[in-house]
C-alpha cells in the first residue's frame, strides 16, 4: 500500500509541475521485451522474455537549447506465451512505472534535435498471474516472496522532429532483487522503441 501510495504522490507531483512550470507534454505508445533473470541457489542462470506494450505520457521540461529534464507516467502490459519454454506458463503483468531523465540534446537544425538520455525508473509491478488452459493464478499468491517493487536504471537514445514527434529506443536495467529469499534471484531489464506526439 505504501508504494502505491508513492506513485499516486508522484504522479500528483508531476501534475503539479506541469502547471507551475513551463514543461511541453506528449503523449506516447512503447514496443519491447521485458527479459527475465533468474538464479538459483547454485548461481545457474536462466534467462527469460516478454513481450511488452506500452501508454506512456511524458512532463519535459527544457532547460536550455542543450539540457532537459523530463518526469513521466507509463502503464506497460506484459505477455508470455509458454514462459521460458513452459507449455503450461503463459505469463500475464502490468506495470506502473515513472521515470525520470535527464537529455543532453544535439541540435541538427531548426527541424530536427537528436538527444540522448539516462535516469532512474521506479516500477510497480500491478499484475503478475499464469493463464492456463481454464484458469489463471496469481503469482503473489503462489509465490509470497515475490516483491512488487524495482527501481531500474537506464538510458537511450533519440529524436524529437519537427517539434511535434519524438521517436526513442533505451534500456532499463532493474537494480533490485525481485525476490525476497537468500537462495536465488530475479532481476529484470527493460529494451524498448517508442514514438510520442508532443502537444
Not at 508504494?3 to 512503447?30: C, M, N
Amino acid at each position: 500500500m505504501k508504494k502505491i501510495a508513492f506513485f499516486l504522490a508522484l504522479a500528483t507531483l508531476l501534475f503539479a509541475a506541469t502547471q507551475t512550470a513551463h514543461a511541453q507534454i506528449s503523449v506516447g505508445a512503447g514496443i519491447g521485451s521485458r527479459i527475465y533473470t533468474f538464479q538459483d541457489a547454485q548461481g545457474v542462470s536462466m534467462p527469460g522474455s516478454t513481450f511488452t506494450l506500452s501508454v506512456e505520457f511524458e512532463a519535459n521540461f527544457r532547460l536550455s537549447r542543450l539540457w532537459g529534464v523530463s518526469v513521466g507516467a507509463d502503464v506497460a502490459g506484459v505477455a508470455a506465451y509458454h514462459f521460458m519454454n513452459d507449455k503450461s506458463k503463459n505469463l500475464g503483468e502490468i506495470y506502473l512505472e515513472a521515470p525520470v531523465r535527464a537529455k543532453l540534446y544535439i541540435p541538427l537544425g531548426s527541424q530536427v534535435d537528436l538527444y540522448v538520455f539516462a535516469g532512474p525508473v521506479a516500477s510497480l509491478n500491478l499484475l503478475s498471474a499464469d493463464f492456463h488452459a481454464k484458469a489463471s493464478t496469481n503469482n503473489y499468491e503462489t509465490n509470497p516472496d515475490l516483491r512488487r517493487f524495482d527501481l531500474m536504471l537506464g538510458g537511450g537514445v533519440g529524436a524529437e522532429i519537427i517539434r511535434h514527434i519524438r521517436v526513442a529506443v533505451g534500456y532499463d536495467h532493474g537494480l533490485l532483487n525481485r525476490v525476497a529469499t537468500a537462495n536465488s534471484s530475479v532481476h529484470s531489464g527493460v529494451v524498448k522503441a517508442a514514438v510520442y506526439y508532443m502537444f
